[in-house]
């Protein structure tokens, strides 16, 4: 039998580092929140999606993939609507439409036809990966380009960006690599696997919550400058 010890841990982090994403979110002052609404929006969606994985798969031994294929729909959704609101390219912004409304048809066929042991629905969810893959690239350039700083590192997008790229390319090599595990390897192979995608996820939200961090810093000084 695999030992899940690291996979425990590993998911409790994500879950851990998910909730202090939400809470600096919500700490930002209003004016710093309402930039990053669809994304306060999608960490929530994801909080809610990990704390039920971890309630029902690690506690209550539940097959929970059901509600991570649903939240991922949404967060890919709305994610391509967060990037949307920060461009200004029209090829761009046409990319994202045609690319979220080929997402959402796909997945939602794809959970309509979601096999009796409710597995993931890895088609969509590598879809969703190399579509964040491209627009967190296409971004960058966007940053380089037109956004031009002594240091774009200051600027909060550049670590949330960071954050996607890093994220969506590792579990883009987890899901081409799960099923093929689950079916032909043995188990403790796959719980490797997921352990380093757990691990992923949990740097993913660390590196969010320090950019949203950032911006309430910014967000703070800017609300000083104007009461003086």
Not at 87 to 109: D, E, H, L, P, Y
Not at 148 to 172: D, K, Q
Request: glycine share 6%.
């Amino acid at each position: 039998m695999a030992d899940t010890s690291w996979l425990t841990v590993t998911g409790l982090a994500q879950v851990l580092a998910a909730l202090v994403a939400t809470i600096v979110f919500l700490l930002n002052p209003k004016s710093g929140r309402r930039e990053f609404l669809l994304l306060g929006l999608l960490l929530f969606i994801t909080l809610c999606a990990d704390l039920a994985g971890t309630i029902g798969g690690l506690i209550y031994r539940k097959n929970m993939n059901l509600v991570y294929n649903i939240a991922h729909l949404l967060i890919i959704t709305l994610f391509l609507s967060y990037y949307k609101t920060k461009v200004t390219s029209k090829t761009t912004i046409a990319f994202i439409n045609i690319g979220m409304g080929v997402f959402i048809a796909f997945g939602v066929v794809d959970l309509f036809f979601i096999p009796k042991e409710l597995s993931l629905t890895t088609y969509t969810r590598q879809l969703g990966n190399i579509l964040m893959i491209l627009i967190s690239i296409q971004y960058f350039y966007f940053l380089i380009k037109e956004l031009p700083t002594e240091s774009i590192t200051g600027l909060p997008m550049f670590w949330i960006n960071t954050a996607v790229l890093v994220y969506y390319s590792g579990t883009f090599v987890t899901y081409l690599t799960a099923d093929y595990l689950v079916q032909v390897s043995n188990n403790n192979a796959f719980v490797n696997i997921w352990t380093i995608h757990n691990f992923l996820g949990a740097i993913y939200h660390g590196t969010i919550a320090f950019s949203l961090w950032m911006n309430r810093s910014i967000s703070l000084q800017s609300l000083t400058v104007k009461t003086n």
